[in-house]
Structure formats: structure tokens, C-alpha cells
């Protein structure tokens, strides 16, 4: 009997044994399975907190130009005597800047300010007056080669090609200098005007090496009087336009030399821009 116990001791015992190796493996792979899940958990971590950080950082930022912005706009509100808001053709000004404009449209013909509906009308109707006045005060004359119109907000000066050009050229001739000139100090005396310089030509076709068809002559003399009127005589850049309009808008008919002579011609339309308007009349009540 006491041999058969010891056997089957022995055997229990290995068996113990082996259950308990197996066991060890397999908790000794979960805690490394677990360890490399945390060192992956904790390196994603820290990633996340970096991109918080710099999230927190643009939205401090974000806030810091907010209140930069605020502080601006409240600088510029306290800077400006003249307070306006634009809503389709409504304008609100300051009790100075109004008071500026009654005292102008107090020399103005009365019928004109009686048509005016608007404030706007009325801001147009004062900027004419102003132009009206420079060029009263200029020594730009209206004679057969020039002829000046001024249509309550808007002043088209119309100039014979012949002071202008010679026949089929767009440089302007040495003789019209002083005409630009005076032309210029009348865009200058009024800095809220922008001007458009229109090109226009008979009906007769023109091809030469360097000029294509009428489109391209009158475009061509409308540059030229506009880099005349920028680099030579000081006139803003911003403030001009150049147009070619061709043949296609006649006087007359091009039907004899005389009439021809009538179509060829350069014009100047000076044009009011509120907006310019606005921001001189800030600038002169701010100092």
C-alpha cells in the first residue's frame, strides 16, 4: 500500500507544478501586454496635452487681437469730429460736418439746392460748387477746341484732338502742357473727385505699326494723358481712369471733315466719390 501512495504523490505534485508555470507565463504576458498598452496610453496623452496647449494658445491669441480690435475702433471713434454711417443713399453726419455743409450750399444757386432730395444730393450738389470754383479761378477757358460742362455733380471737359494730338499719334504735343497743367491743379483742388479720361476717334480706319484700329488710338491717348497727369503733374494714380471709347460715341455724324474733326476729341469727367469725401472731411476735423 505504501509503495502505490508514494507514486501517485509524486504525480499530483508535478502536475501542481506544471499548472503553475502556465499560469505565471500567462499572467507574466498580461502584465507586459498591459504595461505596453500604458506606455501607448501615456505617450497619446502627452500628445493630446501638446495639442491642447497650442490650442489654448491660438484661442489667447484669438482674444488678444479681439480686444486690440475693440481698443482701435474706440480710438478711432474718439479720433473722428465726423461720425457717419452709409445705408443705400442715407448718410449720418456730426453737427460740425453739417454745419460745414449748410455754410457751402448757402453760396450755391438756390434752385440747385432746392432740387436736392437726398443728403447725399446735397453733399454732391456742395462738391460741384467747390469744383465750379476752382475751375472760375483757373486760366482753363472754354473756347471752340474746349469746351467745358459742369452738370450739377458731375464736370466733363471736352478737348479738340487738335491741341492734343498730331493726326493718327497718340503722343501728346510739347503745346498741350499747360493745358494739362491747369487741368491738373483743378483735380488737385478738389481731392475728393476721381476723373476718367476718355479716348475718341472719327470713323475713319487706322492701321499702322504701332496702332492697331480706332479701339487701340483712343485707349492709347487716354494713357498717355493719364501718365501726363500722374507722373509729370503730381495727380494721384488712384484717381484716374483711362478709357477708350473709339468711334462709338459720336457728336455728330461722320459725315464731312468738319464734323470728323468734332468727334476727335479727348474727354475729361471728373466725378464725386462720397466715399473720398467722407474720409477728407475726417481728416480736416481731426486737426
Known amino acids: 500500500m505504501n ?27 498580461k502584465f507586459n501586454d498591459t504595461r505596453g498598452t500604458l506606455q501607448k496610453t501615456t505617450v ?5 496635452e501638446a495639442k491642447f496647449a497650442k ?28 461720425k457717419y454711417n452709409l445705408i443705400g443713399n442715407t448718410a449720418v453726419l456730426s453737427t460740425k460736418t453739417r454745419a460745414q455743409l449748410k455754410a457751402t450750399l448757402t453760396k450755391v444757386d438756390p434752385s440747385l439746392v432746392l432740387g ?3 443728403l447725399k444730393d446735397s453733399l454732391n450738389i456742395a462738391m460741384s460748387y467747390n469744383l465750379k470754383k476752382s475751375f472760375d479761378n483757373s486760366d482753363i477757358n472754354a473756347t471752340d477746341d474746349i469746351d467745358i460742362n459742369i452738370n450739377q455733380t458731375v464736370v466733363m471737359i471736352s478737348i479738340s ?25 483743378v483735380i488737385q483742388s478738389e481731392p475728393s473727385m476721381e476723373v476718367m479720361i476718355e479716348g475718341h476717334t472719327d470713323s475713319r480706319t487706322i492701321r499702322n505699326t504701332v496702332v492697331q484700329d480706332n479701339w487701340d488710338l483712343s485707349v492709347k491717348r487716354a494713357t498717355s494723358i493719364v501718365r501726363l497727369l500722374e507722373g509729370k ?13 473709339g468711334a462709338t460715341v459720336p457728336l455728330v455724324p461722320n459725315t464731312s471733315a468738319k464734323n470728323r474733326a468734332r468727334n476727335r476729341r479727348t474727354r475729361i ?3 464725386p466719390n462720397l466715399d473720398k469725401f467722407f474720409a ?5 476735423n481731426a486737426k
Open 3 to 29: 509503495k502505490l501512495v508514494v507514486p501517485v504523490v509524486l504525480v499530483l505534485l508535478t502536475l501542481t507544478s506544471c499548472v503553475s508555470k502556465k499560469n505565471y507565463v500567462a499572467l507574466e504576458q
Open 44 to 48: 497619446e496623452k502627452e500628445s493630446l
Open 55 to 82: 490650442i489654448e494658445e491660438r484661442v489667447a491669441n484669438y482674444y488678444d487681437k479681439i480686444n486690440s480690435l475693440k481698443s482701435d475702433n474706440v480710438t478711432l471713434q474718439n479720433a473722428n469730429h465726423i
Open 116 to 118: 436736392a432730395k437726398t
Open 161 to 185: 484732338d487738335k491741341l492734343l494730338f498730331n493726326t493718327a499719334s497718340y503722343q501728346v504735343k510739347k503745346g498741350a502742357y499747360a493745358l494739362l497743367k491747369n487741368i491738373a491743379n
Open 233 to 245: 503733374y503730381g495727380v494721384d494714380g488712384s484717381r484716374l481712369i483711362a478709357s477708350g471709347r
Open 269 to 271: 469727367v471728373i466725378l
Open 280 to 284: 477728407l472731411l475726417a481728416d480736416n
